[in-house]
Structures are given as C-alpha cells and as structure tokens.
C-alpha cells in the first residue's frame, strides 16, 4: 500500500509537469504579442478584433492553467490525506511513543505540503528550480545558525525512538539525578527529590552515560553493618536473618547474602544483600537501618564507632 501511494505521487507529479509544458508552449506563444508594445500597436491601427482575440486566448490559457492548478491541489490533498492515514496507522500499530507520534505526524505534513505547493507551482509556469534552491539555501543556513538546537532535537527523537528511559523513571545522567516528569522534543524534565526542577538538553542526554534505577522490575540493597571485636558474630548473623525473613517486602525466591566482609581496625563488618521490588527500595533501605541499630542495642551487639584516646603527662 505504501508503494502504490508513493507512485501515486510520482505519477501525479509527472503528469502534472506534462500538462505544465503542453500549456506553457500555447502561452509561451502567445505571450509575446500581449506586451506593451503589440497591444499599442494594434489599438494604434485600429485592429481591434487582433487585440481582442489575444487577450482572450491569454485569458482561456491562463483559466486552463488556473483549472488545472485546482485539480493538482485537490488531488494532491485527496493523496497526502491518505498518505497521513497510512502513517497514523503504522504508529498506532507500532505503540510508538505520543511525542514521537505528533513530532512524524508534522514532519509528513511538511514534507508533503512542501512537494503539493512545488506542483502547483508548476503547473502555474512559474519556475520551481529557483523555489527549490532557495528553501535549500536557507535550510543550510539554519542548520548552521542552530547547530546546537539541532542537536538536542536530534537527542530528542533518538531517547522518543529507543526509549532508554521514560515518564516516571527515577534516572541519572549529566550530573543530575531525579524522576522523568516530561520527555520533550529538544529537553527532558527531571524532578528531584527535594522537588527541583531541572531542564536537561536531549543533546547530552542521548550520549552521555546514564543510569536507570527504574529500568528493571527488581533491585539489590546492600548493607554493611560494624561489630565491635569480642562480639559474637554468630549472634549478629542470625539477628539479621531473622529481620530479612520478616520483612514482606524482601523478595524471598532469591536467598539473602550475609557473610563476615572485613575485619577493620575498629570493626568487624558484616555485609548483607537482599533483592526487593523496585519500588520498595529506600523504603526497605531505612526500615532495615532502623531495626538493626534497635536490635543490636537489645541483644548486647555493639556498634564500634571511631575513637580517639588521650594521654595526658604531667609535667614533673
């Protein structure tokens, strides 16, 4: 279908430029006695009937080619309506993202205006070469004076079409970190947990190194918890495991890590590894927090912290 409409197009275009140079000869012929000069010497020798003739034959070719400009726009619209439709079909079908959506859905109906008006044109005698080198020099020109625009607008489609990330996903990159709140075509809309709100240029975006803590349905939480040394460690590990199990929101298919990680100077550490939602993530990271310290202070677990004694020497 896609094919039959593009030859469709060429064909209109084609036909449009046969019937532009049949009408153009018949006027091109004409149109030297209807100067100034000939219409002044015909009325200077009374040859009225002359004139009169001419003028109506420029008029009928000039009607015909206006006629003929009215059909090439009527069916060029009849062709880019369904040129549109196809297209509107194909994203739907696609799913393609609604910014990406409107941005092809304008980008077509430019690109399809522009070669309608280049036709008719046409068809009217006027020169099209002159039109078409004109639009080309000035898209160099903005090109050039925004470059940088270009970019972002480039970034823009490039995160609308492979979607690295979208709405609601909690991302960072650039130096910024927050939750998407809007994906435009040249900036992307970043809230942040204090509730700030940053415009990032799509530019670096698309090509910079980003992470994506939403990307994925499930996350790990690590920790890693200090015993003092003399403290048993069997007793700290089966404290945790009992907390971990607790907790509903620990995901239970996967088993959970604890294992003696460093002996410090000051410490014995202990790391522990749990996999939850997502979206359960700090809320299980600051509960665990919470109860470890508590627990650990009613079984006798000490928590070491940096110290520093001091000597104090009399002087004799």
């Known amino acids: 279908m896609k094919e039959n409409l593009i030859d469709s197009v060429i ?92 941005f092809f859905r304008s980008l077509v109906n430019i690109v399809l205006s522009f070669v309608l008006i280049i036709c008719v044109i046409g068809v009217l005698g006027i020169e099209t070469t002159s039109f078409v080198a004109l639009f080309a020099s000035a898209g160099v020109a903005i090109g050039m004076a925004l470059s940088g625009t270009l970019q972002n607008f480039a970034g823009g489609v490039m995160i609308l079409l492979f979607k690295p990330f979208k709405v609601g996903d909690y991302i960072d990159a650039n130096g910024q970190s927050g939750t998407v709140k809007e994906i435009q075509i040249f900036n992307t809309i970043i809230n942040t947990v204090d509730n700030k709100t940053i415009i990032v240029p799509n530019g670096g975006l698309s090509t910079s190194v980003m992470t994506n803590y939403s990307k994925e349905s499930t996350r790990r939480v690590d920790w890693v918890f200090g015993i003092a040394y003399g403290d048993s460690y069997d007793t700290a590990k089966e404290i945790l495991l009992d907390l971990i199990s607790k907790d509903e929101r620990i995901l239970k298919d996967k088993a959970p890590f604890v294992a003696l990680t460093t002996l410090n100077s000051s410490s014995v ?23 470890v310290y508590k627990t650990f202070t009613e079984k006798g677990i000490n928590i070491p912290f940096p110290q520093m004694d001091v000597y104090v020497h009399p002087r004799d």
Not at 271 to 290: I, K, L, Q
Request: charged residues 25%; proline residues 1%.
């Open 11 to 102: 064909t209109l275009c084609n036909t449009l430029s046969s019937a532009a140079d049949s009408v153009g000869g018949a006027i091109a012929d004409t149109a030297k006695f209807a100067n100034e000069k000939v219409a002044a010497e015909l009325l200077k020798d009374g040859n009225y009937e002359a004139f009169l003739q001419i003028l109506i034959e420029n008029a009928v070719n000039f009607g015909t080619r206006i006629l003929l400009a009215i059909l090439v726009y009527t069916i060029g619209k009849w062709i880019m309506n369904r040129i549109k439709k196809f297209i509107e079909k194909i994203l739907e079908k696609k799913d393609v993202e609604p910014s990406l959506a409107s």
């Open 269 to 291: 550490d202990i790391v522990v590894r749990v996999w939850v939602n997502s979206g359960d993530y700090w809320g299980v990271y600051f509960d665990m927090n919470e109860k």
